[in-house]
């Protein structure tokens, strides 16, 4: 069986890829560990919290992790994924994040576990950055690393030149990309081949409690502004890629990534390049975007 610890900064994409990890059969969920991103910390935490909960799961532990980059701010996205982080309010959760820190879980698990764990990074890399500094070659400890992030060879969506995780916390990224632990990174060129549409979003229903909330997050993130007309499948492809690598072809290469200086924020911060063919790095190439929509839809019971 599987055991997959996610990082993740919910988020309403992230959200939907937590989901469809409770969801997908014969898996671990070891952990959430959280990290600030598209809302503050705070708010990623509770929507974390709030998940688990309202699917019953408050089995799975969370874990606050980094509220800032290794250096400046996070810029956050609320235009995209609202105030509160998700596009449909939860109940409040009574459940409590655990006392141990995101970064001491990830060592401790990694340690224990070589070989076992799988790590699926959505949101920034700042704890993952922080958890190689403390304990240098956890990350090399992880069955599989597969992070959502980076915009290799094509346009921004944050900035012309960065894709929204790396440019939070550039210097994380580029830690994480060039330490040397294989990865699978899908980029923005990946997920860019995989989004809904606001006609296909309307139609879809679930008999299934986690597939009727994916199918409300994605519909009422179209609600908030008429003007949206496609909702990419940023997260949900990354886990669907570690649970099932067949959904992308990869091509080797070495990556890294412009720190723009001591600060987030420079012209370049963020832009993520490849350096060399071969590597560490196996970039996601092709999507199958059939088999994709075959497994979220076959997890999350999303008829037609
Ligand atoms: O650029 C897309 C990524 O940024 C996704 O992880 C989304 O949740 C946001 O964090
Ligand atoms: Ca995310």
């Excluded at 995209?80 to 001491?104: K, M």
């Excluded at 440019?167 to 990309?177: F, G, Q």
């Excluded at 001591?262 to 012209?267: D, Q, S």
Aim: net charge negative; glycine share 10%.
């Amino acid at each position: 069986m599987p055991r997959i610890i996610i990082d993740t900064d919910p988020g309403v994409d992230d959200a939907i890829a937590i989901l469809m990890a409770l969801a997908a059969p014969s898996l671990e969920l070891a952990g959430l560990t959280v990290v600030g991103g598209n809302v503050p910390h705070a708010s990623c935490l509770r929507n974390a919290l709030a998940l688990l909960e309202y699917a019953g799961r408050e089995d799975v532990p969370v874990f606050r992790g980094s509220s800032r980059p290794l250096s400046g701010k996070f810029p956050y996205s609320r235009r995209v994924h609202g105030r509160s982080g998700l596009s449909r309010p939860l109940p409040e959760p009574t459940v409590r994040p655990q006392p141990e820190g995101a970064v001491d879980f990830l060592a401790t698990q990694l340690s224990a576990r070589p070989g076992e764990m799988t790590l699926v990074a959505l949101g920034p890399l700042t704890n993952l950055a922080r958890l190689e500094r403390q304990s240098p070659g956890s990350l090399s400890r992880a069955a599989a690393l597969v992070i959502m992030g980076g915009a290799v060879d094509c346009p921004g969506n944050f900035t012309p030149h960065a894709e929204f995780n790396f440019y939070s916390d550039p210097r994380a990224a580029h830690e994480v990309l060039t330490c040397g632990v294989p990865l699978t990174l899908v980029d923005l060129g990946a997920t860019r081949q995989v989004a809904i549409d606001r006609e296909a979003a309307a139609g879809l229903h679930s008999d299934h409690p986690l597939g009727r909330l994916a199918a409300q997050l994605t519909q009422d993130w179209f609600e908030v502004d008429d003007r949206r007309e496609r909702f990419h499948f940023h997260d949900p492809l990354a886990l669907a890629a570690a649970l099932e690598p067949a959904v992308i072809t990869t091509r080797q290469a070495t990556l890294a990534v412009e720190t723009g200086g001591a600060e987030a924020g420079g012209a370049e911060a963020g832009a993520s390049r490849v350096t060399a063919s071969g590597g560490p790095v196996a970039l996601a190439d092709k999507v199958n975007v059939e088999r994709l929509f075959a497994l979220v839809g076959g997890w999350l019971g999303w008829g037609g």
